[in-house]
């Protein structure tokens, strides 16, 4: 496959065929060697990853029948009216995270479908770069944000000496090297974030650029005079600061980027900090992910409702009383089983919001959704058993007119999630030959 | 397992948790014999010959000698099966207790190996700063009253659990687009303020002062502060480079002089905390301002301030009557609070007290009171502060006549006190109060509890954690986690634990958790004395595995206090890895071992502790190229 993705799929194309026959991006529609020249016509594929702390409960989960005709289980009916938008895989399980212990691990290698090195710090590692990076890779010079780490709760105070790992590895799915990526919390700054990258000033872009230079300068004459181990620092030091400086060349030249704002970013709709109330918090920095999806501003994104072992305080929701990760515990009883499942059902929610959201801003002749791909997942089923087998997973949107979306897949148990990213990874045009532990595409997801 | 080994496993347990003393007797009957002929009963089916899982051959370690040789294959051997990890699933595996006296038997091998040379520095990696030390040291650099490091992603932890520990200090494409625009904004900041532009801005041009001449000024005098060593001449020229390319562009004096020193602030040699490599083979002292720098950020979390420079340009500050001065300045300094706050929320993790861990709003709204709710905050961290300055004993922590209120902690806690106002100070404690020492603080009580209501389980876990340092093992897999929320039967929180307790397998550590969760059951969630609960009167009877029983927070605390040892030791391996800013080696529990003694000898006292710390190898030397390689009797600093 090309580096330019698939031709979209003539579904999309009959779908949208009323309003839109004249619209450049149908050029997809043609043979491959014209599509190469044709990229920055067409509306971009956009990636989001929402990770769930702590499981499901299993029995509320899986809908029964398969196919294209399936009833949505009790914790999937929120996403009742994005039915058709919707993938539900069954069976898939990460093979890298079945080791180690009952979260780190498997929070950690979530899209990296590795093992994660056991250790408190000294030699952190995730042993391979996660899906959305690979992604990145690809596509995120073409947009001024390569991608968007979000989070909810800032990473979790120590290290956790009862399993021997440190903390870090609980609060990160995003990673393109041995160590991950830091994120964000406060949907202000994000924000801030967003509408001063969406708006190059080329010539703060070049004194930016002279100032870079200056410290990278510095950076490699104290590289000549340390040790190896050091080197690795400074080493990750020239290679974020170089990063951030291409990103000002390439903001300094706006003309040569291809991308282009299809809306500019309202200063006015500025959120504010952090709210008190954690619905709100989730919710607006979903909001930053659409935002930053409609605006071209990044076509990736990662978001984590909770940090692995979140105890977060659920009694907000009628019904429920306690902490996430407490109740998810819950030994099979039966009260604890139905408040685990009404957290899970809040996550869906807010997982059908930003859906929601997506597919109410309009592009080309469909929308944002028509051309995402927004996988909602978590890195254990139970919470009560910790396993990484038959892992909740969804994925939602067209991804550009590239996914079969509106089905219930079951697979046989133990088909690799890594399946799952080869697949993704085809559609949003970032095509690997092979990722982590992966044996080929994931049949069905492909239109 | 069988009952009558499990109950056998369950008195060694206590003792590995409770009795120092009493375990090296215990385990002095295990020896390298026993070891040989464990690892030959469960290990060597697998791990022998060269095709050996994880090309471990446990075959070849014939003599106790050649395992104290491989102290990093035999660290591994040992966590993995203590963790429980080896032998694998399905495989014969030893009894709890014999895993416990193999995994002691290896530490205490490897641990006399690395003592009995003398001390080595260990690893001195280059450590950035995090973001409380970027704005503190932001703050003092450029003094603004003005929080620099707001927008900068949190740090994670690594080592004994600090988010100072150079391993665990990554970076991101995030940090550097972050440090460019912190820089920016208090650069901006600073130079509209002036008290601030006096600090920072130390030359302008005026009728006698070209823009030049000024400019090399201001960054002569602010290289080497930003650095923390003087600058060379070359590097205030190449800045100067900066001003004068902003200069032609027409700039302004001020915007370019705040752009040359915006780049100041980005530099690695600004953001990261740079000491000379050692090319020696053998260790060699720190110079007078790597030292500055590792005691300022030890004891501020921040830059070193004039005096702490003018001693070490006099190279001075090696001398360790004048270190244990500087160290009673810094202590006694508003600069410590930096250092209390750090370390000790990050060591009780009440960090995360109003993060991940807060108390339900509905049932216990007087938390989001913001008074109350930052005097809860700031209790235990004011206490260990007072101590420092104070010199007094660190067995406070554990009991106390006194603590740190506000008028409304006082009123939260029931206590009939004149005096106190809104803001904290220190207040002694009456009779009877219930408080006094780290358990009688709502803080503390209230990060190991759940949002709705307390939990034995938690609070036990965090006392042997956070104040014994004898966290308990993971629960063995396949074991689900304690539940101790209210099932059908109509049972109290105690008989559901009880039974909980009748496995064996949960029982081994649930004997040694829950009971002394149960001695805090008169505080709730909020740390408040109560004497039911749900209707029911308060059962704070608690009995340890090893028979001492107990009645209530008062009566636990004089058993931890008859257990202070291990308090200690935790207390020193905690502090050490904070003060060191990394995870502590092998050869690093010798140093440990040395301020223990000190500490025993010296009534325990604050100063004693910090003064050791400062004194000790690892903080003063840095390793040569022969890692591992002692500090020389005679240069040793005692």
């Given at each position: 496959m090309t580096k330019s993705g698939l031709p979209i799929s003539r579904r999309t194309v009959l779908r949208g065929a009323g309003a839109a026959l004249g619209l450049p991006w149908l050029e997809a529609m043609a043979p491959r060697p014209a599509l190469a020249a044709s990229t920055e016509a067409r509306l971009p594929v956009r990636m989001a990853v929402l990770y769930m702390p702590n499981g499901v409960h299993p029995e509320m989960w899986t809908p029964q029948g398969e196919g294209r005709d399936f009833p949505l289980s009790p914790t999937l009916e929120p996403l009742g009216d994005l039915k058709n938008e919707l993938l539900v895989l069954t069976n898939l399980w990460n093979q890298g995270s079945k080791g180690g212990e009952g979260h780190y691990v498997k929070i950690a290698g979530f899209l990296t479908c590795t093992t994660v090195t056991k250790t408190m710090g000294v030699d952190i590692h995730c042993n391979g770069i996660s899906m959305d990076q690979v992604a990145a890779q690809g596509v995120g010079k073409q947009t001024p944000l390569p991608s968007l780490e979000l989070a909810i709760a800032p990473v979790s105070t120590g290290v956790d000496k009862n399993v021997g790992y440190t903390r870090v590895y609980g609060g990160h799915i995003a990673w393109n090297g041995p160590t991950p990526l830091a994120r964000e919390i406060n949907p202000r700054l994000v924000f801030e974030r967003l509408f001063r990258s969406s708006r190059p000033q080329a010539d703060s872009a070049k004194q930016d650029k002279l100032l870079l230079d200056r410290v990278l300068e510095d950076a490699r004459q104290l590289r000549k005079r340390l040790g190896a181990s050091d080197r690795r620092r400074v080493d990750e030091y020239l290679s974020v600061v170089r990063s951030l400086e291409q990103r000002m060349e390439r903001a300094g030249r706006p003309e040569q980027a291809s991308w282009k704002p299809r809306q500019p970013i309202d200063p006015e709709t500025q959120p504010p900090g952090i709210p008190t109330g954690h619905t709100e918090h989730v919710r607006l920095m979903l909001d930053m992910i659409a935002l930053a999806f409609r605006t071209d501003t990044t076509r990736i994104a990662t978001f984590m409702f909770g940090n692995e072992v979140s105890n977060q305080n659920f009694s907000f929701l009628e019904g429920v009383k306690g902490g996430h990760h407490n109740i998810s515990?819950?030994?099979?009883?039966e009260d604890m089983m139905r408040q685990y499942q009404l957290i899970n059902r809040w996550h869906i929610e807010q997982y059908a919001y930003l859906l929601g959201k997506l597919r109410q801003s309009q592009e080309g002749d469909g929308s944002v959704l028509d051309n995402s791909m927004v996988l909602f997942g978590a890195g254990i089923r139970d919470g009560n058993r910790h396993d990484p087998h038959n892992l909740p997973i969804l994925l939602a949107g067209r991804g550009g007119g590239r996914l079969a979306a509106g089905q219930h897949l079951a697979y046989s148990p133990?088909?690799?999630?890594a399946n799952l990213y080869v697949s993704m990874l085809e559609a949003f045009g970032t095509p690997v030959d092979r990722f982590a532990d992966s044996t080929g595409r994931l049949p069905g997801v492909l239109g | 397992m069988n009952r009558r080994d499990s109950s056998r496993s369950l008195v060694v347990l206590a003792l590995l948790a409770f009795e120092p003393r009493a375990l090296a007797a215990a385990e002095d009957s295990f020896t390298f014999y026993h070891a040989r002929a464990l690892v030959k009963t469960?290990?060597?089916?697998?791990?022998?010959?060269?095709?050996a899982p994880a090309k471990?051959?446990?075959?070849?370690?014939?003599t106790e000698a050649t395992i104290a040789g491989q102290p990093k294959i035999w660290n591994r051997v040992m966590a993995r099966v203590r963790d429980g990890e080896m032998p694998p699933q399905g495989k014969p595996a030893p009894a709890a207790k014999e895993r416990q006296s193999f995994a002691s038997w290896i530490d205490r091998t490897l641990r006399s190996a690395a003592c009995a040379d003398g001390i080595s520095p260990g690893p001195a990696p280059l450590r950035r700063l995090n973001r409380s030390q970027y704005a503190a040291t932001i703050r003092d650099l450029l003094n603004i009253h003005f929080n620099a490091g707001h927008a900068l992603p949190a740090d994670g932890a690594g080592g004994e659990g600090f988010d100072n520990a150079a391993e665990t200090l990554f970076l991101s494409p995030l940090h550097a687009e972050k440090y460019l625009d912190a820089a920016r904004q208090a650069l901006d900041y600073g130079a509209k303020d002036p008290r601030s532009r006096a600090r920072f801005l130390v030359g302008e041009p005026d009728a006698t002062t070209e823009p030049d001449q000024a400019a090399r000024k201001v960054l002569e005098a602010f290289l080497p502060r930003a650095f923390r060593r003087p600058a060379k001449p070359e590097e205030v020229e190449r800045y100067l480079g900066l001003f004068r390319s902003a200069q032609a562009r027409a700039e302004t004096f001020d915007g370019s002089i705040l752009f040359a020193l915006q780049a100041v602030l980005v530099s690695p040699n600004f953001l990261f905390r740079v000491e000379e490599p050692n090319l020696e083979a053998g260790p060699r002292r720190l110079g007078g301002y790597e030292l500055a720098t590792r005691l300022s950020y030890f004891l501020w979390g921040s830059m070193p301030d004039q005096p702490l420079v003018d001693l070490a340009a006099q190279d001075k500050l090696g001398q360790p009557e004048i270190l244990s001065e500087q160290i009673v300045r810094m202590l006694k300094d508003p600069r410590a609070l930096e250092f209390a706050e750090q370390f000790v929320e990050q060591w009780l993790n009440t960090r995360e007290l109003g993060r991940d861990i807060k108390p339900d709003p509905k049932l216990f709204p007087e938390y989001y009171d913001a008074e109350v709710q930052s005097a809860i905050r700031y209790e235990p961290i004011l206490f260990f502060q007072e101590i420092l300055a104070q010199n007094h004993s660190l067995l406070n922590l554990l009991d106390s006549k006194f603590t740190i209120l506000t008028n409304k902690l006082g009123r939260h806690y029931g206590l009939q006190l004149i005096g106190l106002r809104q803001q904290p100070a220190r207040a002694d404690l009456p009779e009877g109060s219930h408080r006094g020492g780290l358990l009688g603080m709502t803080a503390v009580l209230a990060v190991s509890s759940y949002p709705h209501r307390t939990s034995p389980v938690l609070r036990g876990k965090w006392v042997l954690e956070a104040i014994l340092g004898t966290p308990p093992p993971p629960p063995p897999p396949n074991v689900p986690e304690l539940n101790e929320e209210h099932a059908a039967a109509p049972k109290t929180l105690r008989d559901r634990l009880l039974e909980h307790r009748r496995n064996p397998v949960c029982a081994s550590c649930h004997n040694r958790i829950d009971p002394i969760g149960f001695g805090l059951q008169n505080f709730d969630v909020l740390g408040r004395w109560r004497t039911e609960d749900a209707r029911q009167p308060i059962d704070s009877k608690g009995e340890l595995p090893d028979g001492t029983m107990f009645e209530g927070p008062e009566q636990l605390k004089a058993v931890l206090l008859a257990r202070k040892g291990l308090f200690i030791r935790n207390l020193t391996t905690k502090m050490l890895g904070y003060a060191l800013g990394r995870g502590l080696t092998m050869e690093d529990h010798c140093t440990v071992d040395r301020i223990v003694d000190q500490l025993d000898m010296g009534d325990y006292r604050a100063h004693t502790l910090i003064r050791e710390m400062v004194l000790s190898v690892p903080f003063r030397y840095l390793a040569g190229t022969s890692a591992g390689l002692p500090v020389e009797k005679r240069e040793a600093p005692r």
């Open positions: 515990h819950h030994e099979r009883k133990d088909t690799p999630l | 469960y290990c060597l089916e697998c791990h022998q010959g060269k095709s471990l051959d446990l075959a070849r370690f014939s």
